[in-house]
């Protein structure tokens, strides 16, 4: 016991452990020098500092003074004694050398080596345990009676006296042991719980993961693609431009060609003509030259025939290099239109023709023979009523798209009113939920008194951007779910976009009231 005792002496009442590098402050108190220096660190905001044990203060930061006499007693007991760890819970009856507990008596509150175990009573209340030093927490602070039930109203370990005739008297309550394992059991539950919530959210990841790697390489392809596609428009422009300058020049080439040939022979004439007039000069007879009717034309070469040969006198060959640039320029314009559809974000190929399909439209609209025109009229045009019909005001397009992207392009006066946009072909054809953007089947663009906005399920957003042009695009791209109105301007302008999960067909709608709509064109990929 008393090499117990000296071993406490030994502990620092900060870290509860045997000091290392013990030091002493001016009230006589010794601490390791790394504890009291982390004491006196928290101490120093409040300006006032004090011991840990006696609580004596200290005006400013004491220096902590090396304990010499405390360090070499330390280091000479340590090394003639064994550490804790080595015997861990020692038998408190062997006094005269610690000697290692295998049980602990909860009754006795004591600990017990194997020949005082031995001795040691058999009677029911001395309970024996697992070496603890911690045996004084195993009884009832009320009834010093031994912890052996579990109250789960009010989460206390308590004793039997407590169940029976204490403040717990009336709750439910479990032994300790099945209450341990309900309670590792709710544990071990909430765990599982948390442990299938986050495999679960880790299969959501790794299916969010595989979708954007999807997207990633659809997107690659598609721009693969996109760009192959302006490659090889680029370069068959570029043959058609070279080719139509290539032809231009031939075609200057031969009729310069021809001039010069013409001109040639005429130059050649005229100085045949001219070697002659000198020679005639050289005559010693003026009258023979001028009564010699051979020789009266000779005087004036500008009016023999000879310039029908080159086209007349008047006619003079022109210039070099004056190719046809209207025609390269109309064709360069292509060009233009593939990278203004490149940067609009809205490049989808190849034209293809939306027509109106005449089956469906109502019999106050009038349809152009070319399929590309509706008006508003108020003579019946005594169509057969059909169920695919309209009642008012409205048409869809022949075609349908259930993949891919495309656009229409429209053009609407900003007069009385009108709306585009798409449609399910299982849209309602009768009553006011038939139009366009009035139901769940259709989006739509609306013009009405020359304000603008986007309606789908009856739901109307308002466009308060000031809209000047009367041409438009609708646009969609079926795959991604997304179906697009765009200001036809420069450069062209986004409007909305509506995101659905398209489940039909969709075509081209529209209503018109006292105006015309007309399509200038469409797009497919």
Not at 67 to 93: D, K, S, V, W
Not at 214 to 232: F, K, S
Not at 338 to 365: C, E, K, Q, W
Request: with cysteine.
């Amino acid at each position: 016991m008393a090499s117990a005792d000296l071993r406490e002496e030994l502990d620092c009442s900060i870290c509860l452990s045997t000091y290392t590098d013990p030091v002493m402050l001016r009230c006589g108190h010794n601490f390791c020098r790394v504890c009291i220096g982390r004491v006196l660190d928290t101490q120093d905001g409040s300006g006032v500092y004090s011991c840990p044990d006696c609580r004596e203060e200290f005006r400013m930061r004491p220096t902590p003074m090396r304990n010499l006499a405390l360090h070499n007693i330390m280091e000479t007991f340590l090394f003639t004694q064994p550490t804790r760890t080595e015997i861990g819970i020692c038998c408190t009856y062997c006094v005269d050398s610690p000697v290692p507990a295998v049980r602990s008596c909860l009754h006795c509150e004591a600990s017990l080596c194997d020949k005082h175990l031995r001795a040691h009573s058999k009677s029911p209340e001395h309970v024996l345990s697992d070496p603890s030093t911690s045996l004084e927490k195993r009884k009832c602070s009320v009834h010093k009676k031994i912890l052996e039930y579990y109250c789960t109203e009010d989460a206390a370990c308590i004793c039997v006296s407590c169940s029976l005739a204490g403040e717990h008297r009336g709750h439910r309550v479990e032994m300790l042991d099945e209450a341990y394992k309900n309670k590792l059991r709710n544990v071990l539950q909430k765990l599982i719980t948390k442990r299938e919530e986050a495999e679960e959210r880790v299969r959501s990841l790794e299916e969010q993961w595989r979708k954007a790697q999807e997207q990633a390489a659809g997107e690659a392809e598609r721009v693969t693609a996109l760009c192959t596609d302006i490659r090889r428009r680029v370069d068959d422009l570029e043959k058609k431009v070279l080719s139509e300058i290539s032809r231009q020049e031939k075609e200057e080439s031969l009729s310069l060609s021809a001039l010069i040939h013409q001109l040639e022979i005429k130059k050649d004439e005229l100085s045949r003509k001219m070697r002659h007039i000198e020679e005639l000069c050289n005559m010693a007879d003026p009258l023979t030259v001028l009564q010699d009717p051979d020789t009266g034309d000779l005087c004036d070469p500008e009016e023999e025939g000879g310039d029908e040969d080159t086209g007349g006198h008047d006619k003079q060959p022109h210039d070099g290099g004056d190719l046809d640039v209207a025609v390269i320029s109309h064709t360069l314009h292509t060009l233009c239109d593939v990278i203004s559809g490149i940067r609009s974000g809205i490049y989808v190929g190849d034209p293809a023709d939306i027509l109106l399909d005449v089956t469906t439209a109502a019999n106050n609209l009038l349809i152009s023979d070319d399929l590309k025109t509706a008006t508003g009229t108020e003579e019946n045009q005594n169509r057969p009523e059909t169920a695919e019909r309209f009642q008012n005001n409205q048409v869809m397009s022949r075609r349908g798209f259930t993949s891919g992207r495309h656009y229409c392009d429209i053009e609407g006066r900003r007069s009385k009113g009108w709306m585009v946009g798409m449609c399910y072909p299982s849209i309602d054809r009768r009553g006011g939920q038939s139009h366009i953007g009035y139901n769940n089947k259709s989006w739509s663009l609306r013009m009405y008194n020359n304000q603008y906005s986007v309606i789908h399920d009856s739901k109307e957003i308002r466009l308060h951007d000031k809209i000047s042009s009367e041409r438009f695009r609708i646009y969609l791209d079926y795959e991604a779910g997304q179906l697009s109105f765009y200001e036809l301007c420069e450069p062209i302008r986004h409007l909305h976009t509506f995101t659905v999960a398209f489940s039909e067909p969709l075509h081209a709608a529209f209503c018109v009231w006292r105006d015309s709509i007309k399509i200038l064109g469409g797009s497919r990929n």
